[in-house]
Antibody, heavy 119, light 111 residues
Framework: EVQLLESGGALVQPGGSLRLSCAASGFAFRSWAMTWVRQSPGKGLEWVSNIINTGETTYYADSVKGRFTISRDNSKNTLYLQMHSLRAEDTALYYC????????????WGQGTLVTVSS | QSALTQPASESGSPGQSITISCTGTSSDVGRYNLVSWYQQRPGKAPKLMIYEDTHRPSGVSNRFSGSKSGNTASLTISGLQAEDEADYYCSSFAGLSTFVLFGGGTKLTVL
């Protein structure tokens, strides 16, 4: 059974940093691209970042480029999102998801971890 | 680039069919066969219902189907059931500068 378990969400002040983790199990983690998608409270989904299976190539939404870094450790079956210079508009539930096929389709999702940016 | 356009809400009675539209542009929906649809029940994670415009993952009911014409994709749910009540989001690959766009979501109410 595919399982994705996010952690690391917290209350952080504007300008602060946070690292999210996503522990994967039940599939060949090293074979699949992974993604982070966020959802602000009561709002829709927003794609944040993708990383290919080897970790060599990454992609970012303009809203987080230069502030967030996606990475992965295939030996630990874990996906990460390092977030710096956090803003109030980064407040959201952050989901990690496994890609399907092309890498731009997401067939399994975690339950999310909540990041709140507030003073 | 703007999000894809979906109606904010749709409704239908049990047994009926409903269609949710998702309108993009010739740079995203109309250019790539990479439209996906996700169902999100309250307090739950999204679930993939349709991918690559028309394909249904294993385990998803065949009451769900996807189609596309030009820059507009559609999700049709036939034989509506109470359990279909949820938010539905479309998404599309939008090229190697914008990457992925989501629609604003459609709240489906089963009357």
């Amino acid at each position: 059974e595919v399982q994705l378990l996010e952690s690391g969400g917290a209350l952080v002040q504007p300008g602060g940093s946070l690292r999210l983790s996503c522990a994967a199990s039940g599939f060949a983690f090293r074979s699949w691209a992974m993604t982070w998608v966020r959802q602000s409270p009561g709002k829709g989904l927003e794609w944040v970042s993708n990383i290919i299976n080897t970790g060599e190539t990454t992609y970012y939404a303009d809203s987080v480029k230069g502030r967030f870094t996606i990475s992965r450790d295939n030996s630990k079956n874990t996906l990460y999102l390092q977030m710096h210079s956090l803003r109030a508009e980064d407040t959201a539930l952050y989901y990690c998801a496994k890609s399907h096929g092309s890498g731009w389709i997401y067939d399994y999702w975690g339950q999310g971890t909540l990041v709140t940016v507030s003073s | 680039q703007s999000a894809l356009t979906q109606p904010a809400s749709e409704s239908g009675s049990p047994g009926q069919s409903i269609t949710i539209s998702c309108t993009g542009t010739s740079s995203d929906v109309g250019r790539y066969n990479l439209v996906s649809w996700y169902q999100q029940r309250p307090g739950k994670a999204p679930k993939l219902m349709i991918y690559e415009d028309t394909h249904r993952p294993s385990g998803v009911s065949n009451r769900f189907s996807g189609s596309k014409s030009g820059n507009t994709a559609s999700l049709t749910i036939s034989g509506l059931q109470a359990e279909d009540e949820a938010d539905y989001y479309c998404s599309s690959f939008a090229g190697l500068s914008t990457f992925v766009l989501f629609g604003g979501g459609t709240k489906l109410t089963v009357l």
